[in-house]
């Protein structure tokens, strides 16, 4: 069973093989943290860069495309900066919360970096999913735990540091 249940309203998404690599990406990070992947799902949402900057403008009132969005379900974060979140309990409602991804976006951003595309979608689907588990980088302390979490999510998925400048 899936953990991403991916809804396409740009075909090109479809081309880059998004949903095999969302639900890898969203399978290793809750695996990572202790969680079986059966137990969850998360609903993704590939669009264009039109979209997100409408969901951007209406959420964040930031009226600009954007890579990756996330919604979650419930309020997980930390209260003391740099201290993980408490980890939600298998139960009744599985719905870890939404995530939204713009295709131009994460294309030019691939590209400038020199990165593979299905490198960086990745990265952002971790981002995004730890994002849901209540981990965020606004204080320095949290960014530092949730960068150090991607980086290990991601070498254990094979795949390089994204913030190592090459």
Request: proline share 8%; aromatic share 6%; glycine share 8%.
């Given at each position: 069973?899936s953990?991403?249940?991916?809804i396409i309203e740009?075909?090109?998404w479809t081309?880059?093989s998004l949903?095999?690599?969302?639900?890898?990406?969203a399978?290793?990070?809750?695996?990572?943290l202790?969680l079986?992947?059966?137990d969850w799902?998360i609903s993704?949402?590939?669009c264009d860069?039109a979209?997100?900057a409408?969901?951007?403008a209406?959420?964040?009132?930031k009226?600009?495309?954007t890579?990756?969005l996330?919604?979650?379900?419930?309020e997980?974060?930390a209260?003391q900066?740099?201290?993980?979140?408490?980890l939600p309990e298998p139960?009744?409602?599985p719905?870890l919360?939404d995530?939204?991804i713009a295709?131009?976006t994460?294309a030019?951003?691939?590209?400038?970096?020199?990165k593979?595309?299905?490198?960086?979608?990745?990265?952002?689907i971790?981002?995004?999913?730890l994002?849901?588990l209540?981990?965020?980088?606004e204080?320095?302390?949290d960014a530092t735990?949730?960068e150090?979490?991607?980086?290990?999510?991601?070498?254990k998925?094979?795949?390089?540091?994204?913030?190592r400048?090459?």
């Open positions: 069973m953990v991403i249940d991916c740009d075909d090109r081309n880059a949903e095999p690599l969302a639900d890898a990406a399978t290793a990070t809750l695996t990572h202790g079986t992947s059966e799902e993704l949402l590939a860069d979209r997100i409408t969901l951007n209406d959420f964040r009132h009226p600009t495309p890579n990756v996330s919604w979650p379900s419930e997980r974060g209260e900066a740099g201290d993980r979140p408490d139960g009744p409602d719905e919360g995530i939204a295709f131009e994460c030019r951003e691939a590209d400038e970096a020199g593979p595309m299905a490198d960086h979608v990745t990265h952002l971790v981002h995004a999913t994002h849901l209540g981990y965020d980088h204080r320095d302390a735990l949730m150090g979490l991607e980086v290990e999510i991601l070498g998925m094979g795949l390089p540091d994204p913030y400048e090459y």
